[in-house]
């Protein structure tokens, strides 16, 4: 099963964030050379509308000098407390726990406590 496939058929609206993030890295085991993981967060206007985004990124080298990047993103209504909410985070800026760290964030502090108004998975090329 692809990976997109996989965090498809295993996230929905109706899972937590920490079930989200727990499927997530269980995707992230499954090895791929050279791939970093990115969580960024903020409130951006991407689509007309201003949201508050949580997203978990794994980027992969595509064989052709460009990257993949596998994304889930929980996208949140903005609001006070969210919109000073804003950092974007690599996995090798750290000897911790990917996951470990990312849970320890004040983003990961607000978005387990507040409704997911809208998810989406995708996969890009940089």
Not at 24 to 35: L, Q, V, W, Y
Not at 42 to 70: A, C, H, K, N, S
Not at 112 to 120: R, S
Request: aromatic share 16%; charged share 30%.
């Amino acid at each position: 099963m692809s990976l997109l496939k996989f965090l498809k058929k295993n996230i929905s609206i109706n899972n937590t964030v920490d079930e989200i993030i727990d499927v997530f890295e269980e995707m992230c085991k499954t090895p791929i050379e050279d791939d970093l993981l990115l969580h960024e967060y903020g409130v951006y206007d991407f689509t007309g509308e201003e949201l508050f985004y949580y997203e978990l990124i794994r980027q992969y080298p595509d064989g052709e000098d460009e990257y993949y990047q596998l994304c889930v993103s929980l996208m949140f209504a903005p609001d006070e407390e969210n919109q000073c909410l804003e950092a974007s985070f690599w996995s090798d800026e750290t000897d911790e726990n990917f996951f470990d760290y990312i849970r320890k964030s004040p983003a990961y502090d607000y978005v387990k406590n507040h409704n997911i108004k809208a998810i989406d998975i995708t996969i890009d090329e940089t």
